[in-house]
């Protein structure tokens, strides 16, 4: 069974930096491309980041782009998304997802972080 | 970017109805669209991909067609635990976007 558990979240204030990891199971990790998309309270979801099963490849969106870093760790089936310079506007629960095969169609998600810059 | 809207974006309907939601992208995706199934709390749920493949396990009375710019997700006959926020999704191109969501409600 796949399982995707996320941490780090927490509170932070504006232009700090906080550090997402999600624990993979259930399947091969170094085979798959990983995703992190969020969502602010009572919003839409928003695409972040996604991240080549050898951590050769990264994309990101524009809004995050200087700001963000997704990683990876192969050897301990674990992604990460290392925030620097946060914003009041960056306030979303956070879920790391899995890409299906090598395409970009999300088919498992964690159960998400919840992340809020305030000070 | 391409944008997606969906059409309605709140809707209410009784237990058994059929019910249709369209994703209009901005420019043509080919059949590059998925669906997703939000429920409060809880982390989406892929549902349909590639416009109208069904996710392995998602019920039969959810279907999906189109290609190139308008696309429709519908539910054949509601049942109660449809009742949730659908999104969809292109991968077309990056950026990946979504829609901005439709809400179904319990008439």
């Known amino acids: 069974e796949v399982q995707l558990v996320e941490s780090g979240g927490g509170l932070v204030q504006p232009g700090g930096s906080l550090r997402l990891s999600c624990a993979a199971s259930?399947?091969?990790?170094?085979?798959?491309?990983m995703s992190w998309v969020r969502q602010a309270p009572g919003k839409g979801l928003e695409w972040v980041a996604n991240?080549?099963?050898?951590?050769?490849?990264?994309y990101y969106v524009d809004s995050v782009k200087g700001r963000f870093t997704i990683s990876r760790d192969n050897a301990k089936n674990s992604l990460h998304l290392q925030m620097n310079s946060l914003r009041a506007e960056d306030t979303s629960v956070y879920y790391c997802?899995?890409?299906?095969?090598?395409?970009?169609?999300?088919?498992?998600w964690g159960q998400g972080t919840l992340v809020t810059v305030s000070s | 970017d391409i944008q997606l809207t969906q059409s309605p974006s709140f809707l209410s309907a009784s237990v058994g109805d059929r019910v249709t939601i369209t994703c209009r992208a901005s420019?043509?995706?080919?059949?590059?669209l998925a669906w997703y199934q939000q429920k409060p709390g809880k982390a989406p749920k892929l549902l349909i991909y590639?416009?109208?493949i069904l996710q392995s396990g998602v019920p039969s009375r959810f279907s999906g067609s189109g290609s190139g710019t308008e696309f429709t997700l519908t539910i054949s006959s509601l049942q109660p635990e449809d009742f949730a926020t659908y999104y969809c999704?292109?991968?077309?191109?990056?950026?990946?976007?979504f829609g901005q969501g439709t809400r179904l409600d319990i008439k």
């Open positions: 997802a899995k890409l299906q095969g090598t395409s970009t169609i999300f088919d498992y």
């Open positions: 259930g399947f091969t990790f170094n085979n798959y491309w």
């Open positions: 991240i080549k099963p050898d951590g050769s490849q990264e």
């Open positions: 420019q043509g995706i080919r059949n590059y």
């Open positions: 590639t416009a109208s």
């Open positions: 999704q292109q991968r077309n191109s990056y950026p990946i976007t």
